[in-house]
């Protein structure tokens, strides 16, 4: 989605910020531009990509300027709606969306102002400098205006000969970078890493006011923040090589190659460990998880799907209910609050608006024992919850989630054995194996990894296709709902995920020569039922491909295709056979030549509703 850089330095900012939008890039966006001051405003806009803003300004040199690549929402990607906005002489970047625009922009148009784009962004920069006329101070003109925004955002002020930049945050993350030469902010950790590691994550209604030599934050009461003290300086432990491509030609499939390295880091959590430990999730984890009746689950996307998966683990090794919701229903939904409930909520970036809303909404009902499963330190949903376990994946800069998903899993699967342990339903030997398989899985996976040169050739048979249907039954079932949601989010072919036994209750209507069906058929208890499930699309003249055990037995047949997996794995068998299924949406993708990394219209931080 959106993304902000602002930055005021002695050294020339301008490469900066363009460096900072290109490692924004992977968040999504249609259109870039930046404002800089000379002393006097400099806005240049592109549609298009952060290479066509570069070129743009090429040659501009400035101390002081904002930068923004915009996810449209309001008004279609062009250049008009480009950010910054500006009103005589003041420019704004903003992400999120501001709720009561329509009536601010009534208020504003009757005041004289001239709007020249569709956005809610320009509100904003019109009502700052509505306020200024009343209080010359652009610090104190932020506050009283974004105290009038409903809604969720994450800003970045300046105007024309004024020495300090203005950011505020509500709901948008957004941070400052402290560097040797200058200050910086932006809506992401990995857009300073080329100035600063050394970095605060702003608070809620924090609004901060940055020099070259000074910084200086008021908090959501009013209060000025002390640093460290109100707001902790935190040195960042990403490496630019977490976010360079190295080898690769895709963040996707260098994100698929990682998941080895992303398991193995996020397990040794565990260590050598023949029992898990609750502290794992948190100090508070021993009182908040014992005694528990059920489990709640929330998430968006590929991180329900891992939740999903953890419902069978939940359920079958703690004897623990649990439910698994999508946090954009459950947030508005008139639910039955439970305060013995623990309230699981998933996210690779902790920063999904509709997961961070429900964790909230669960909250404000009573339910208070909320846990974090998250791949961004000090995100937005960490914060909110009172435990968490940080998976490892390392930045996850392709928009479809790949390594995210198998540490989700990892760490999905450590929660069900701890709660397996609470309610006293693990033998110290069964506890044991658990985590030794959790342990090989790194081994596991890039076995599987290697099968990709026959996943390849399969993939050309797909290109031309409309549709797709993927089939699982079980703890597979979620990871066929992931297998389509990988095809149609990078290649654009519709697919979609069914349990295979519901088959013949509607979908089987759609069978036909031209529709693949992908089947994910372990070899576990449910094998010979959806063998069945595929005779009924075998007989429907469909096309199978399927990805088998090394021990499952198909007999060979028209229009049927086997690919084997190394090994069986039984419980986490769901992290192995998902990986075949991202290997085939990325070369599917690659034979129809879409943009694997930013798919259109879609973003990887998904910040508003
Ligand atoms: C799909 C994908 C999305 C995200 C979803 C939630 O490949 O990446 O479906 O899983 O937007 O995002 P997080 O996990 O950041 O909350």
New binding site residues.
């Given amino acids: 989605m959106c993304g902000i850089v602002a930055a005021t330095a002695s050294r020339n900012i301008v490469p900066v910020l363009i460096e900072g939008l290109t490692r924004l890039e992977y968040r999504g966006y249609d259109s870039a531009g930046i404002a800089v001051l000379n002393p006097t405003l400099t806005r240049l806009r592109s549609v298009g990509r952060v290479a066509e803003l570069a070129a743009q300004a090429e040659g501009q040199v400035a101390h002081h300027g904002i930068a923004h690549t915009r996810w449209a929402t309001h008004g279609v990607p062009s250049e008009r709606n480009a950010h910054p906005h500006v009103s005589a002489g003041l420019a704004v970047v903003h992400n999120g969306i501001i709720e009561n625009y329509a009536e601010l922009k009534q208020e504003l148009l009757a005041a004289g102002y001239v709007f020249t784009s569709d956005t809610d962004t320009e509100v904003i920069a019109h009502l700052i400098q509505e306020t200024l006329k009343s209080d010359g101070d652009l610090f104190a003109a932020v506050r009283r205006a974004t105290a009038r925004l409903i809604g969720a955002y994450a800003i970045a002020v300046l105007r024309e000969w004024d020495e300090s930049l203005v950011v505020a945050r509500h709901g948008a993350p957004l941070l400052l970078g402290l560097g040797e030469d200058g200050n910086y902010a932006a809506s992401d950790a990995s857009a300073l890493l080329q100035v600063t590691r050394r970095m605060i994550y702003l608070e809620d209604g924090d609004i901060a006011e940055l020099r070259r030599d000074a910084i200086r934050i008021v908090g959501a009461g009013g209060t000025a923040m002390r640093i460290p003290e109100d707001r902790a300086v935190h040195e960042s432990t990403l490496s630019a090589d977490d976010v360079e491509l190295g080898e690769y030609t895709h963040y996707m499939q260098k994100e698929i190659f990682e998941q080895p390295q992303a398991l193995a880091a996020t397990l040794e959590l565990i260590g050598g460990a023949q029992a898990v430990s609750p502290n794992l999730f948190g100090v508070a984890a021993p009182e908040m998880l014992s005694g528990l009746r059920s489990v709640l689950i929330l998430?968006?996307?590929?991180?329900?799907?891992a939740g999903l998966v953890a419902r069978y683990w939940i359920e079958q090794l703690a004897g623990v209910p649990c439910s698994v919701e999508i946090a954009s229903e459950y947030r508005y939904r008139a639910s039955v609050a439970n305060p013995e409930q623990l309230v699981v909520a998933?996210?690779?970036?902790?920063?999904?608006a509709d997961?961070l809303a429900s964790i909230k909404h669960a909250k404000a009902q009573g339910m208070g024992r909320t846990l974090a499963i998250?791949?961004v330190p000090e995100s937005a949903?960490v914060r909110e919850c009172a435990l968490r376990f940080l998976t490892r994946a390392g930045p996850?800069i392709g928009?479809?989630?790949?390594k995210?998903?198998t540490t989700?899993l990892a760490a999905l699967f450590l929660l069900a054995v701890t709660l397996a342990r609470q309610a006293g339903r693990l033998s110290a030997e069964q506890e044991a194996g658990h985590l030794a398989a959790l342990r090989h899985l790194p081994v596991a996976v890039q076995k599987v990894l290697a099968l990709e040169p026959a996943i390849k050739a399969w993939a050309g048979r797909f290109a031309d296709k409309q549709h797709a249907l993927f089939l699982g039954r079980g703890h597979h079932y979620p990871i066929a709902l992931e297998g389509a949601?990988?095809l149609k989010?990078i290649s654009y072919i519709h697919a979609e995920g069914y349990p295979a036994g519901e088959l013949k209750h509607g979908p089987l209507a759609l069978v036909d020569k031209n529709m693949p069906v992908i089947s994910i058929a372990p070899n576990d208890a449910l094998l010979e039922k959806l063998k069945s499930n595929l005779k009924e699309v075998a007989a429907r003249g469909g096309e199978l491909y399927v990805f088998a055990d090394a021990d499952s037995v198909f007999d060979e047949e028209a229009g049927l295709h086997v690919l084997r997996l190394p090994e069986h794995y039984g419980l986490l068998s769901p992290v192995l056979h998902v990986v075949p299924l991202q290997l085939l949406s990325y070369h599917v993708a690659l034979v129809k030549g879409t943009d694997v990394d930013k798919p259109r219209n879609?973003a990887?931080?998904?910040t508003v509703e």
């Fill in positions: 998430a968006c996307g590929t991180s329900f799907h998933i996210s690779q970036s902790g920063e999904t997961t998250c791949n949903i996850e928009v479809a989630s790949t995210a998903f989700q949601l990988k989010e879609l990887k931080s998904v």
